[in-house]
């Protein structure tokens, strides 16, 4: 039997790192990260928009408000110290159509709510000197916003995990939890782990995570692939910076926009599709164990009656190149539908309710020497610091670490 930890964090994502990465600066906890891939940032964290999201979208007082605002600045401040390459270029948030005026200012609205800086009203000709390109009746101009790639951000937590005697253990997939003798007991395809608690940080997997440890998640994540598209090098000069349409309120999604990535390429996307797989980044990649658990959850039918329709249209754009392409004209009438080509997918886990609600703030659950992290999506990469903070703080008061 390997030594007795005090935490072992399952998921070698960012959250997972983030949190390990607090809880070894709080000192004197014995941890271990348990991974089931062969390197870290293998799901989300690696396949995602590469957004510093400045919190302009969520609730005033919501986890994801508070947790975004304060894990910009920190990630920020770390990129500083570690030299990780990141840039602060804003970004326009464009209503097209008077009818999306009331939800941008909205938006403005939770903007100032959550203390971002220097927000300010675009008119249409003001768009244009931020977006030369982009034509709409109004817009948000969000100087906060940045780009970055969060790979390589996770693999310096992971660095600093093990340079402060932490453990990454990968290739170790976590099929089995059992409570012996006041411990706990992971079986993984590495072998078994001993630990006194356990914070799941599981992503694509945290509901089945939690059950395996006896809990009731009450929810189910439901996979939705993202696809993205990038425009063609000799058209790059069409998009400056980040730009994005204003998003349906009713969704926890912000609508196909366009993103200059820190390498240089601009994408487009992404959409967001049922995904038939839980790590579906392609769109046939089908598992009978996914599919049959959709099937015998009543939330998943529940929010396939609410939302069918808007599921439709983003099918529709997932098969159809000028669906898609026409989304993108809308901000950026010049775009020609042989400007962009596919450019990779990722996959959201998204929590659902069992009413069909989908889960929109960050959500945390305690057990016994537990600790549960069951939603984490967008900004929680942004966030991760803050995120790890406030779960090491869990952690202290639960565990006692
Ligand atoms: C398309 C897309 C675009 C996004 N854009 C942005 C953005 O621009 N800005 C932003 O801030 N956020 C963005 N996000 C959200 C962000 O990427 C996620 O919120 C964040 O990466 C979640 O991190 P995580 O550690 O919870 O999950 P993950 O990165 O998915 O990590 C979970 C880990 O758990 C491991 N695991 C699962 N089951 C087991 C098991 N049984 N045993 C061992 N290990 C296991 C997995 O292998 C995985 O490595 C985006 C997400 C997507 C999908």
């Known amino acids: 039997m390997n030594p007795t930890y005090d935490v072992a964090i399952i998921g070698g994502g960012i959250v997972g790192l983030a949190t390990a990465l607090a809880l070894t600066r709080r000192g004197g906890a014995r941890l271990i990260v348990v991974e089931a891939e062969q390197d870290v940032a293998q799901h989300q964290t690696g396949h995602n928009s590469g957004v510093i999201h400045s919190g302009l979208y969520y609730k005033p007082g919501s986890h994801k408000a508070r947790n975004c605002t304060e894990g910009r600045t920190a990630l920020i401040q770390f990129c500083q110290e570690h030299g990780i390459p990141y840039e602060c270029c804003g970004k326009v948030v464009v209503a097209v159509d008077a009818h999306e005026l009331p939800a941008l200012d909205e938006l403005e609205r939770r903007g100032r709510a959550n203390g971002l800086q220097g927000i300010r009203r675009l008119t249409a000709e003001e768009i244009r000197e931020h977006e030369p390109n982009v034509v709409g009746v109004a817009g948000l101009w969000v100087p906060e916003t940045g780009i970055i790639d969060y790979r390589v951000v996770a693999r310096k937590y992971a660095e600093l995990v093990k340079a402060r005697e932490g453990t990454v253990c990968l290739k170790a997939r976590v099929t089995k939890v059992e409570r012996r003798a006041g411990d706990l007991i992971l079986h993984t395809s590495q072998g078994d782990i001993q630990a006194r608690n356990l914070i799941n940080c599981g992503g694509l997997h945290s509901d089945r995570l939690a059950r395996l440890c006896g809990l009731d998640p009450g929810l189910q994540i439901i996979p939705f692939r993202g696809e993205y598209y990038e425009i063609v090098p000799e058209r790059r000069h069409l998009v400056k910076n980040l730009i994005y349409p204003v998003p349906d309120p009713r969704f926890p999604f912000l609508g196909v ?20 797989r839980r790590e579906g980044y392609r769109r046939w990649q ?17 929010m396939a009656w609410k939302y069918w329709r808007t599921g439709l249209g983003e099918m529709h754009r997932s098969f159809s190149k000028s669906a898609f392409h ?5 901000l950026v009438p010049e775009l020609r539908c042989d400007d962009i080509r596919p450019f990779g997918a990722g996959v959201r886990a998204q929590a659902v309710e069992p009413t069909g609600a989908l889960v929109d703030d960050f959500r945390f659950v305690e057990g016994e020497r537990m600790i549960h992290v069951l939603n984490a999506p967008s900004p929680a990469a942004t966030a991760s610091l803050s995120i790890g903070r406030t779960i090491a703080e869990m952690a202290a008061r639960n565990f006692g670490v």
Do not use: C
């Not at 990535?261 to 601009?266: K, P, R």
């Not at 089908?286 to 529940?302: N, V």
């Open 257 to 276: 926009h366009f993103t200059r990535t820190i390498a240089g390429s601009v994408e487009a996307g992404p959409n967001a599709v049922l995904a038939f």
């Open 286 to 302: 089908m598992s009978a164990r996914d599919l049959l658990g959709y099937a015998a959850y009543p939330g998943f039918w529940r």
């Open 326 to 330: 026409r989304a993108l004209q809308r």
